[in-house]
């Protein structure tokens, strides 16, 4: 079983949909979660980061941690074809990944907003 | 600030070729990594660095090398490329909030 679970899609959604984008995990280690969105050919950019259990809000994005499940969600309400993309969800018992685990990443999910 | 760069943003090789793969940052991070990225596998830690002369392994060392003479530059060095190899490569660094941030990758395509 991989450490990180998140399914690849396409989601395809209308724009002004709200969307939810979901990963699952098995390492009860992990203390910190982050969203990234990669845009095609370049390189990934964080979005959201959060520590342990609890919602974190900026702007149309909601981040979303349920320690109890391994569960994470990142909500974008109102989305805009600008957010048609990839998401990947990334895991690390340590902050920011530093050190020789580096980051834990989900396959990503292909995201497209249709206008 | 540019952030973090890399060079090439293409590459071909052949089996058995050498080459080294550039990075650099100028916001002054000690901490810099490369990840490969592969369909259906995600991102991939290779090897790290926690400032300049200390290097160590991640995930998927094998076939790589890496040096840290400075704080700005973090070359990725493939000593005999193989197809298995074959990747877009990123390179990362880490401020002092502990925010990664990823340069624009180099697609590796290996013969």
């Known amino acids: 079983q991989k450490e990180v679970e998140q399914d690849p899609g396409p989601l395809s959604v209308p724009e002004g949909a709200i969307v939810s984008l979901n990963c699952t995990y098995s390492?009860?280690?992990?203390?910190?979660f982050m969203w990234y969105r990669q845009y095609s050919r370049k390189g990934p950019e964080l979005l959201m980061y959060?520590?342990?259990?609890g919602n974190k809000e900026d702007g149309r994005f909601t981040a979303q941690v349920d320690k109890s499940s391994k569960y994470i969600s990142l909500f974008i309400r109102d989305s805009q074809p600008s957010d048609s993309a990839t998401y990947l969800c990334?895991?690390?018992?340590?902050?920011?990944?530093?050190?020789?685990?580096?980051?834990?990443f989900g396959k990503g999910t292909h995201l497209i907003i249709q206008p | 600030n540019a952030g973090v760069t890399q060079t090439p943003k293409f590459q071909v090789l052949k089996t058995g070729q050498s080459m080294t793969l550039q990075c650099a940052q100028d916001m002054n991070h000690e901490y810099m990594s490369w990840y490969r990225q592969d369909p259906g596998m995600g991102l991939r830690l290779i090897h790290y660095s926690v400032g300049a002369g200390i290097t160590d392994q991640g995930e998927v060392p094998n076939g790589y090398n890496v040096s840290r003479s400075t704080t700005e530059d973090f070359p990725l060095r493939l000593l005999s490329a193989a197809p298995s190899q074959t990747s877009v490569y990123f390179c990362?660094?880490?401020?002092?909030?502990?925010?990664?941030?990823f340069g624009p990758g180099t697609r590796l395509t290996v013969l």
């Open positions: 390492n009860s280690a992990f203390q910190y």
């Open positions: 990362a660094s880490i401020d002092r909030l502990d925010e990664q941030f």
């Open positions: 990334a895991m690390s018992g340590r902050y920011s990944g530093g050190g020789a685990d580096g980051l834990t």
């Open positions: 959060t520590y342990s259990s």
